[in-house]
């Protein structure tokens, strides 16, 4: 069954170069992160005021050579590329893993999907390998966007995670200026 991947953002930087030198403190005036994601911008302004987000483009390995490149001191990506990539072992790399309580996902992040009919030889297929937990929380994760309205260009990030026979969802966003973090566990 196609699980989920590990659905956190990772702060990638050049080695000898990233927070563990600064001992991961408010320290980080003038250090220029590489995101375009309005949710990771939000999220890591509220960790390290002092970083400057600049925006990032290009696929996986493009970015990790702007980095190289020295055009950022660091960029966030998302661990589930990272690993099915298998670029988490770049020796001149470092890589901070980001905990749900620092920065909570992109709804979806770490999970394959296929959209198609319903019904049809593809869904069916999709259907063998699908796996209950990670298509529920998708599911889930999916309708809290819709219910707030939000696209990958709202600074909202969710994530639905199975605890025992629950389901804890935790949600972030901005509104008005403000950071708002909801979490709530269904049973």
């Known amino acids: 069954a196609l699980s989920r991947e590990d659905a956190r953002d990772v702060l990638v930087t050049r080695k000898g170069a990233g927070l563990q030198e600064r001992n991961l403190k408010p320290d980080t005036a003038g250090f220029v992160i590489g995101t375009g994601s309005p949710r990771r911008q939000l999220q890591i302004k509220a960790l390290y005021p002092e970083m400057v987000c600049k925006g990032v483009r290009g696929n996986i390995t493009t970015r990790l050579q702007k980095l190289r490149?020295?055009?950022?001191?660091?960029?966030?990506?998302?661990?589930?590329?990272?690993?099915?990539?298998?670029?988490?072992e770049e020796e001149d790399l470092e890589y901070q893993f980001f905990s749900y309580e620092e920065m909570l996902p992109a709804g979806g992040q770490g999970i394959i999907a296929m959209e198609g009919r319903k019904g049809d030889i593809a869904s069916k297929m999709v259907q063998e390998i699908s796996d209950e937990k990670t298509f529920a929380a998708l599911e889930a994760e999916r309708?809290?966007?819709?219910?707030?309205?939000?696209?990958?260009?709202?600074?909202?990030?969710?994530?639905?995670?199975?605890?025992?026979?629950?389901?804890?969802?935790?949600?972030?966003?901005?509104?008005?200026?403000?950071?708002?973090?909801?979490?709530?566990?269904?049973?």
Do not use: P, T, W
């Open 69 to 88: 490149d020295r055009e950022y001191d660091g960029i966030i990506l998302a661990a589930a590329g990272l690993k099915r990539l298998r670029l988490l």
């Open 143 to 187: 309708e809290i966007l819709r219910q707030l309205n939000a696209g990958c260009h709202e600074a909202v990030g969710v994530f639905a995670q199975h605890i025992g026979k629950g389901m804890q969802i935790s949600i972030v966003r901005e509104e008005k200026g403000k950071i708002f973090r909801y979490y709530k566990m269904l049973q």
